[in-house]
């Protein structure tokens, strides 16, 4: 069963920067397209950001555009979450999440999901 496994999360205070990483168990991620999607309490998941397979081209929603960055390393089959300016609003359980196709914008995009890794922003 392949696996995606999410670290990095923590407590910190606005302003403040965190990276998340994922690691891919089985080596068919590498041509995956990846992701993070993030869901508050009270509130629904919703996408963050994607890489696609193809040519590494990113996507970021509005609510982050400009203050994350999502790169992979193909070699350690490996996502990461680059977050700088974070504020309270960014408190949220983090996911990664994969798709056999090009696009990562929607829940059922997803083929294979991470366990969540918890952030919470202090204001």
């Known amino acids: 069963q ?49 890489i696609s397979w193809f040519e590494d081209r990113s996507y970021y929603s509005d609510s982050v555009q400009g203050r994350f960055t999502i790169s992979r390393d193909h070699a350690k089959n490996t996502l990461y979450l680059q977050m700088n300016s974070l504020k309270p609003e960014d408190t949220a359980v983090y996911y990664c999440a994969a798709t056999r196709g090009q696009t990562l914008y929607y829940l059922s995009d997803v083929d ?11 204001s």
């Open 112 to 122: 294979y999901w991470g366990q969540g890794t918890q952030v919470t922003v202090s």
């Open 2 to 50: 392949a696996q995606l496994v999410e670290s990095g999360g923590g407590l910190v205070q606005a302003g403040d920067s965190l990276t998340l990483s994922c690691v891919g168990s089985d080596r068919r991620f590498s041509s995956y397209s990846l992701g993070w999607f993030r869901q508050a309490p009270g509130k629904e998941r919703e996408i963050v950001g994607y």
